[in-house]
C-alpha cells in the first residue's frame, strides 16, 4: 500500500471482529508512540495496554463514542466492541509536556497499529476518574486518552464536504462516510 493510501484508509473504526488483537502488536504500537518526535525530547507520556478479555470488558461501558450519531448507530454492540484499549498517560512529574506530543504520539501509535490491519478509535469523552480507578493508575499519572482497537468489521470511507458540514454518518452498508474540506479549501496558496 503507497502512503496516501495508508493515510487514506488509517481512519477511526467502531465496530471490530471478536478477534484478539496479538500482543506483539499492541506493544509495537506503543513502541511507535515511545519513539515520537517531542518538544525538547522529553518523552513525558507513558501508557498502559489492555488486553486481558475481563479488564477490556470492563473498559467498555466507561468510553463514548460516536458523538455526532444516534446510539444505536454509533456505539458497537456486545459482538462488534474493541478487543483491546490503549490508555494515553501524561507523567506529570516530568516537566514539559505538551498536546503536540501527545498528537504526535497517539499519530503514530494508531499508525503502527494499521500497519498490521488494526483498527482505531483515540478516544476522549472518557470517565476519566473510574478508569483511573480500574487501571490502578498511580498519582501524577493523568488519563489523557484512550485508544480502542481491533480489527475492523466495517470500511470508512472520505467523502466530499456538503454545505461546510463535519458530521460523518452511515452509508445503507453500516460504512462510516467521513466528510473532509477540499484541497482547494484547506491550500491557500502556494507562494
Ligand atoms: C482527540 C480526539 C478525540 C476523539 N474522541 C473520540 C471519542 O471520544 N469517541 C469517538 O467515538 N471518537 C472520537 N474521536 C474520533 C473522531 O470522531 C474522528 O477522528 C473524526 O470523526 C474523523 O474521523 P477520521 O478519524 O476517520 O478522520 C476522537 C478523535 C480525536 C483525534
Known amino acids: 500500500m503507497d502512503m496516501m493510501e495508508f493515510l487514506r ?8 471482529a471478536q478477534r484478539p488483537v496479538e500482543p506483539e502488536i499492541l506493544r509495537e ?9 517531542c518538544g525538547a525530547n ?12 475481563e479488564a477490556v470488558a470492563a473498559v467498555q461501558p466507561l ?4 458523538a455526532y450519531l444516534p446510539q444505536e448507530q ?8 474493541p478487543t483491546a484499549f490503549i490508555a494515553v498517560l501524561q507523567d506529570e512529574t516530568l516537566p514539559g509536556g505538551s498536546d503536540v506530543d501527545t498528537g504526535l504520539a497517539l499519530g503514530s501509535l494508531t499508525a503502527a497499529a494499521w500497519a498490521h490491519g488494526v483498527g482505531s478509535c483515540i478516544m476522549g469523552a472518557i470517565d476519566r476518574p473510574a478508569l483511573g480507578k480500574l487501571l490502578a493508575l498511580p498519582d501524577k499519572m493523568r488519563l489523557c486518552y484512550m485508544v480502542a482497537l481491533g ?3 466495517h470500511e470508512s470511507h472520505l467523502v466530499t464536504m456538503e454545505n461546510g458540514s463535519v458530521k460523518y454518518y452511515l452509508d445503507p452498508a453500516r460504512d462510516y462516510c467521513v466528510p473532509k474540506r477540499g484541497m482547494d479549501e484547506v491550500l491557500i496558496k502556494t507562494v
Do not use: C, M, N
Not at 522529553?42 to 478479555?53: H, N
Open 42 to 53: 522529553r518523552q513525558t507520556l507513558k501508557y498502559v495496554v489492555v488486553q486481558s478479555p
Open 9 to 16: 484508509t488509517r481512519r477511526t473504526y467502531r465496530r471490530f
Open 74 to 81: 454509533g456505539t458497537p454492540k456486545a459482538d462488534e466492541t
Open 63 to 66: 468510553v463514548h463514542w460516536a
Open 29 to 37: 504500537s506503543v513502541d511507535a508512540a515511545r519513539i515520537a518526535s
Open 151 to 153: 480489527y475492523p468489521a
